[in-house]
């Protein structure tokens, strides 16, 4: 007997896909190893069934998949065996040998079923061993509590809860069940319902949701809440990485690192990104840190700031921003640059009077100065050094100019102005040109006009003409006087003075506006 009950055992702990779980005893039809006996009959039924034979009989299947039906009832094969597969539950097999049967309840478990053993106790005196529910985690004979299976509970595993929608249906349900327990609550991907409305001390949340990895803690001891990944016991020389995917080439979706405060942030007070190392000690560093008040990027239109620490030569070294900074379009102003927009709240102003000097370095190094209430490419300003040269350019159209506006170009007493260029002969300001006087008879005079390549905006400009001759006389062409002027154009009489010849000449002209 002794035996007998210690296979019933082992077939409640490792029967699956069926075999009973629970049963009336009958040496004639059930061996003495607790096997049917050869030539036997099983007929399955459901739960509620009665009767011999017992009616209505459950539906089993030949494959795991429940698609191709078994017959039923079952035949025991010469080795004392049957199987077959049925969905989970509880049900009546009715063994049979000749007219003699007798029928136990078994209960059909899934494959993904753990059941975990509290305590086995037998009762030797009594041999009813039919299985009936104590409660929703637990199966126990119905003689008593000789005998008792305390299972697994769903969505329960010792410090971990599973909102899996059966025992817990929401996430402060499955953390309010953890207690005073420190332990670990899983989100899956599937969760709809409402977040943890709090976090007790102790308690970890691991979110899988929406294709995310978030790990929300409130440990206590902790100064802030971390991630730890430690290969082994040597936390020193880790080796690990965060790799982030996305859709490549999409054009929308980016990979991207968020850190998200719980709580609601206040516009330019706390928050930090650190990035801290463990030397050889092993102690903890700052590498790289960024502080500073919160800057609302989304809404555009809150100040803040940031603190950037580099050490150089053992000292800590720091270059703050704070303020607002203007927006640039990549494409085509920022072309790489960095840029600053008001960073001590004075429009316009850059004020650090700490900073020594600004170094530059690249093949052509410039800055770039945009008037933002201009169109582009109108309100760019460039200073660049290219080829070893310094040069300065103003856009007011698509072609490069530079104009200093109202404000004068002075030099200093020891400064010189070298132009490497012509002049333009045909500027809006100043204008020159050079022409023939033609023949002009001995001792006479000639009108000789002369006209502008474009007409000045008006006629309020000055003009000096003088001519050239190709001879050494003494007696020579000479300007005379102006004697009109236009917006297109002036006349200028010009004298020969040699009373026996006549001579041709160049007239040079140039005219300044007002």
Known sequence: MKRTLIALSCLVLFAIPAYGQGGILNDSVLRADGRPAIGATVRVCTEAASGTPCSPTASIFTDKALTVSKTNPIAVDSG????????????????????????????????????????????????????????????????????????????????????????????????????????????????AGADCSSLSSGITILDLRSGTFKLFTSQVGLAEPAFEVH??????????????????????????????????PTVGKGGFIRWEVLNDAPALKDAFTINGGLVDLTAGSEDGGADIGFLVNGAVEIIAFSGSREAFTPSTVSEGLFSLGDPDGAAGTINYIGWQGLALSHTAPKIVFYENDQTLPAGLFRIIQDAGSLRIDRNTAA???????????????????????????????????????????????????VTWGTAFADANYTVNCSVQQGDTDTATLQVDHIETVTTASVVVRVENEDAGAAKTGTLHCQAVHD
């Open 399 to 449: 072609a490069g100019d530079f104009s200093t506006i109202s404000t004068d170009l002075s030099l200093s007493t020891s400064g010189r102005v070298v132009v490497g260029v012509g002049v333009s002969s045909d500027a809006g300001g100043f204008k020159h040109s050079r022409i023939t006087t033609g023949s002009i008879g001995s001792s006479s005079s000639a009108a000789v006009t």
């Open 231 to 264: 290969p082994g016991t040597n936390n020193v020389q880790l080796h690990a990485a965060i790799l982030l995917l996305d859709q490549i080439g999409d054009g929308q979706q980016e990979p991207s690192i968020h850190l998200r405060s719980n709580g609601t």
């Open 80 to 191: 004392a065996a049957y199987t077959y597969y049925a969905s989970p539950g509880f049900y009546k097999e009715q063994l049979c040998l000749g007219a003699t049967c007798v029928t136990r309840t078994v209960l059909m478990g899934s494959d993904s079923a753990m059941v975990l053993l509290d305590r086995i106790e037998l009762d030797r005196t009594n041999r009813d061993v039919v299985l009936t529910r104590e409660s929703a985690n637990r199966l126990k004979l119905g003689s008593g509590d000789a005998f008792e299976l305390d299972e697994m509970s769903v969505g329960l595993w010792n410090d971990i809860r599973v909102v899996d929608g059966n025992k817990f249906t929401t996430c402060q349900a499955a953390e309010d069940d953890l207690g005073a327990n420190n332990g670990l609550v899983i989100i899956p991907s599937t969760y």
